[in-house]
C-alpha cells in the first residue's frame, strides 16, 4: 500500500515574495487552500477504500470527479510554490533558446503566456509545457484544476488564476496580478526541470 497525499512547506517565508505577493494571500493560499486540496485528494481515495470493503457505497463517477479535482489542485500548488522565489532571475541557457525558438523572443512568451493566464475563463491556471512527441514547447490553459490537459506533456510552470490567488491584494485585477508575477518567476528551477525532461 503507497502513501497518502501531503501538504509540502513553502519553500520560503509566508512574506518572502511581498511586495508582489502579500503575507496574508499566501498564508490563506498555502494554508487553508492548498490543504483543503490535500484532504480533498485523500478523502476521496479513503471513500473509495471503504466502498472496496463494502463499508459505504459511493456514486463512482463523483468520486473520481472530486479526485482528479482535488489532485490536480494538489500537484499544480505543489509545483507552483517551488516556480516562484525572492532570488531574482532570468530565463537563461536550453530553456531560454528553446523559448525563442517556439514564440521568438523571451517578451513574446512572456505576452503570450500573460494573454493565456488572463483570458481562463472562471478559475483556472496557464502552464507551459513540453511536449515530447514534437520536442515543443506548448501554453496550456486549465479550467479548474483539471480540465483541458493533455497527457504525456510535461509541466514546466504554472500559475494560479483562480481569484484567491490575487483577489485579497489585486482585487479583480488579474492582470496586475499576472504583470507582477513575472518578478517571482524562479527560472532556474524551471530550467532544471527543462532539463530533466529533455534529458535523453
Ligand atoms: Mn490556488
Given amino acids: 500500500m503507497g502513501s497518502k497525499y501531503v501538504l509540502p512547506e513553502l519553500p520560503y517565508e509566508y512574506n518572502a515574495l511581498e511586495p508582489y505577493l502579500s503575507e ?3 498564508k490563506l ?14 478523502s476521496a481515495l479513503e471513500d473509495l477504500e471503504k466502498a472496496r470493503k463494502g ?35 532570468e530565463p ?9 525558438e517556439e514564440f521568438g523572443s523571451i517578451e513574446a512568451f512572456r505576452n503570450e503566456f500573460s494573454k493565456a493566464a488572463n483570458s481562463v475563463e472562471g478559475s483556472g491556471w496557464a502552464a507551459l509545457m513540453y511536449c515530447p512527441l514534437t520536442e515543443r514547447l506548448i501554453i496550456q490553459q486549465i479550467e479548474k484544476h483539471n480540465v483541458n490537459l493533455a497527457p504525456e506533456l510535461r509541466m ?23 504583470k507582477n508575477w513575472w518578478n517571482v518567476v524562479n527560472w532556474d528551477f524551471i530550467e532544471e526541470r527543462f532539463k530533466e525532461v529533455t534529458r535523453k
Fill in 24 to 26: 496574508e494571500i499566501l
Fill in 29 to 42: 493560499h498555502h494554508d487553508r487552500h492548498h490543504s483543503a486540496y490535500v484532504k480533498g485528494a485523500n
Fill in 55 to 89: 463499508k459505504i457505497e459511493v456514486d463512482i463517477k463523483a468520486v473520481l470527479k472530486e479526485l482528479s479535482f482535488h489532485i490536480g489542485g494538489h500537484i499544480l500548488h505543489t509545483l507552483f510554490w517551488k516556480c516562484m522565489t525572492p532570488e531574482k532571475s
Fill in 92 to 100: 537563461s541557457g536550453a530553456l531560454a533558446e528553446k523559448i525563442k
Fill in 156 to 178: 514546466l510552470v504554472c500559475l494560479d488564476v483562480w481569484e484567491h490567488a490575487y483577489y485579497l491584494q489585486y482585487k479583480n485585477d488579474r492582470a496586475l496580478f499576472v
